[in-house]
């Protein structure tokens, strides 16, 4: 009888946990679409992510739950003036050197600002780094000037100076996209 009861206790704990990540995972929903217009001649800074005239892109207000390894996509950020990432900084309304970990979050872990200036601890095949949060990687609006004619972030963004790819081991070649767990620090 002890063994049935375990095995049952067990069978409900999967359950029940195979149940609250699907929640989750669709508690965060698109919250709309934006429809993308061409960019000025020379005014979108990184060519190849310009908003295209007529796509539809995702808008969202939300992001997925944060946890002690809640996944996203890390990309890459240039926070120096002139970068791609449009205007100063979100958090002080200031620039910021590539060479320190800094990152833009996506609109819902930004979280209205409540991370501004807190340090989170990205992970990515056993390295790890604590990068400061100075900016949001807007996941509501996009594809004009103030977002420099790119299209608005996915929910799952952690966008990242050139300093969290080199702590983080990954060789420049690959630098673009690469699959990381996050944290607060």
């Not at 375990?6 to 989750?24: A, E, K, P």
């Not at 979100?90 to 979050?105: G, Q, R, T, Y």
């Not at 983080?168 to 620090?185: H, M, N």
């Amino acid at each position: 009888m002890k063994q049935s009861t375990l095995i049952f206790i067990v069978l409900l704990y999967v359950l029940l946990t195979v149940f609250i990540s699907c929640v989750d995972a669709q508690s965060c929903q698109p919250s709309g679409k934006l429809k993308g217009k061409k960019p000025p001649h020379g005014q979108c800074v990184n060519d190849p992510d310009c908003c295209k005239e007529g796509k539809f892109y995702t808008t969202y207000k939300c992001s997925p739950r944060v946890t002690g390894h809640t996944k996203a996509t890390l990309t890459i950020n240039n926070f120096e003036k002139g970068g791609d990432g449009g205007g100063p900084s979100e958090c002080d309304s200031k620039f910021h050197s590539n060479n320190i970990p800094v990152v833009a979050l996506s609109t819902g872990w930004y979280n209205k600002g409540k991370r501004c200036s807190k340090f989170i601890k990205i992970h990515y095949r056993g390295k790890s780094v604590k990068a400061k949060v100075v900016d949001e990687c807007d996941s509501t609006q996009g594809c004009d000037d103030e977002h420099g004619f790119q299209p608005p972030c996915p929910n799952n963004i952690v966008d990242g100076s050139k300093a969290v790819w080199k702590a983080l081991g990954i060789p420049e070649k690959d630098w673009g996209e690469a699959t990381v767990t996050w944290s607060d620090a």
